[in-house]
């Protein structure tokens, strides 16, 4: 099987490459990645001179090469996108064409060279935001209500997967998964800099009263999931996939990593809220639980140790991106924190 995997040198692509190498050694993976500020080789550094991987540096949205990678391709797994909701409250147009077409690009080349399988990793967030109170979960019916730029990029490009899905008959997948952590996050998402910061001697940036709730998925259980969706999920169908059955605040989530690391709330800091903050992520993820068999291998408590014992382990990686462009949009993002 010749897979190609986008983005593959971001947070959950390499992550996904190295699950799926290990599990199908005889596969071929082509990785177009561009290599952005999120895009980092040293992700796939174990694998650099594995055979069955050939890295391509390129751009989603330049058709030309879209339909070089294409040729021969039997599953296409689309992870490529801007994908941190910050950056697109700042700047949204690169998330529009990144996220819309440059999915569009894909499905052209994927239809032109009659791919077997098109993966399209999308988000709980196009469904929009709901009550600290309310009871009930985003699911597959879930009608669609992006309220920031990036979740807004993140519906265009589902809704495009499907038209051509419905119009061309392109065989199409997509997961709606809720916010994933673990190993080589970029540490401009909540987790990863949480426990660099703490590393670091540095203060935890809390927007707003932190009582903004999420779902948080492992990324080897996403890996999983899309394994499952790949091998058994119906064509023309939409997954969500998620990790927690319980609701958890940020604080909640902090809390717990002060805990793992042996530290107080002293180094919490409460700033100013994101703009158009959404208050609450819940997913329902029974679909993929009763037809394909999904379910975490672990709880959250123990993914999170794992996690900060990740970081604690690979300083040197996440510390060189941390000098780099991470630097200036730390101080532009947070006020010089
Ligand atoms: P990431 O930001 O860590 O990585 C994105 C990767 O895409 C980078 O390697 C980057 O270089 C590459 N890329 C960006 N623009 C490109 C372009 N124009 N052409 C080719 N490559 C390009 O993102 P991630 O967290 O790994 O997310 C992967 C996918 O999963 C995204 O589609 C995201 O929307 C989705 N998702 C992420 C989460 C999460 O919690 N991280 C949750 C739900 C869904
Ligand atoms: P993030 O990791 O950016 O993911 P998303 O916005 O896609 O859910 O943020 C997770 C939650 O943490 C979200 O409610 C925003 C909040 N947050 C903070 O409180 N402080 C921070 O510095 C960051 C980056 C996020």
């Not at 751009?59 to 909701?85: N, P, T, W």
């Not at 190993?183 to 987790?191: A, H, N, R, S, T």
């Not at 903004?212 to 394994?227: P, Q, T």
């Not at 959250?300 to 060189?320: G, P």
Request: include cysteine; hydrophobic fraction near 35%.
């Amino acid at each position: 099987m010749k897979l190609l995997v986008t983005g593959g040198a971001g947070f959950i692509g390499s992550n996904f490459i190295h699950y799926w190498l290990k599990n199908n050694p005889q596969d071929f993976i082509v990785n177009l990645d561009k290599l952005t500020y999120a895009g980092n080789l040293e992700n796939l550094k174990k694998i650099k001179d594995n055979p069955n991987c050939r890295f391509v540096k390129g751009d989603i949205c330049d058709g030309k090469l879209v339909d070089e990678v294409m040729d021969g391709i039997d599953i296409v797994v689309h992870f490529a996108a801007e994908s941190h909701v910050d950056r697109s409250i700042k700047s949204p147009s690169i998330f529009i064409k990144t996220n819309i077409i440059g999915t569009q690009v894909l499905l052209e080349g994927a239809l032109k060279r009659k791919v077997k399988r098109f993966h399209h990793i999308s988000t709980d967030e196009v469904f929009g935001s709901l009550n600290l109170d309310d009871l009930s979960k985003f699911d597959e019916r879930t009608p669609y209500n992006p309220r920031s730029p990036y979740s807004a990029s993140k519906a265009g490009s589902d809704h495009l997967v499907m038209s051509y899905f419905y119009t061309y008959g392109l065989p199409v997948t997509i997961s709606n998964c809720s916010n994933n952590f673990g190993p080589f996050q970029y540490p401009e998402k909540l987790i990863p800099l949480a426990i660099t910061n703490i590393l670091e001697g540095k203060t935890i940036p809390i927007y707003g009263d932190g009582l903004y709730v999420r779902d948080w998925l492992y990324v080897e259980d996403h890996c999983r999931a899309i394994d499952l969706i790949l091998s058994s999920g119906k064509i023309g169908e939409t997954y969500c996939v998620g990790g927690l059955t319980e609701d958890i605040s940020n604080l909640d989530v902090i809390t717990k990593i002060l805990e793992i690391m042996g530290k107080n709330k002293d180094c919490l800091e409460f700033v100013k809220d994101r703009m158009g903050h959404d208050r609450k992520y819940a997913i329902n993820w029974s679909k993929i639980k009763q037809e394909l068999g999904f379910i975490p291998e672990h709880d959250f408590t123990h993914w999170l140790e794992q996690t900060v014992k990740w970081y604690e382990e690979n300083e040197t990686w996440w510390k060189r991106l941390k000098q780099d462009e991470f630097s200036n949009y730390y101080k532009e993002q947070y006020n010089d924190l």
